[in-house]
C-alpha cells in the first residue's frame, strides 16, 4: 500500500476552484489543514466569505477530487470559519493569477 501525502493532496486540490474566482482553493488560501492518515484525510478549509452560497459545492469538489487519489480510503472535508479568511492567505501565485501584487 502506498502512503499518501499531504503534499500530494494538496496537489489535487490545486483542481477545485470556487465557481466565482478563477484561482483555485490552495492559492486562494482556503486550506487550513490536511491531515493523512492510513489511507484516510481529513481537511479544514474555509471560504472567503462565511455567507458564501458555493460553500458545499465547493467542499463536495475538493472531496471528490480527493477520493481520486489512488489508495485513499475515506474522505471528510470540513468547513469552518476559525480563523476567518483574509486576502492575506493567497499565496504568490494565487496573486499573480489575481492580479495583485
Known amino acids: 500500500m502506498s502512503t499518501i501525502t499531504s503534499e500530494e493532496v494538496l496537489e489535487a486540490l490545486r ?3 470556487d ?13 487550513y489543514s490536511v491531515d493523512v492518515s492510513d489511507g484516510d484525510v481529513h481537511v479544514e ?6 455567507g458564501c452560497g458555493m460553500g458545499p459545492y465547493i467542499a463536495q469538489q475538493a472531496e471528490w477530487r480527493i477520493a481520486e487519489i ?5 474522505v471528510q472535508v470540513d468547513v469552518v470559519f476559525d480563523p476567518p479568511w483574509s486576502p ?11 492580479g495583485i501584487d
Open 45 to 50: 478549509m474555509t471560504l472567503t466569505a462565511a
Open 70 to 74: 489512488e489508495d485513499i480510503e475515506d
Open 88 to 98: 492575506d492567505l493567497i499565496t504568490d501565485e494565487g496573486k499573480r493569477l489575481l
Open 15 to 17: 483542481d477545485v476552484y
Open 19 to 31: 465557481p466565482e474566482i478563477p484561482v483555485n482553493v490552495v492559492d486562494l488560501g482556503l486550506i
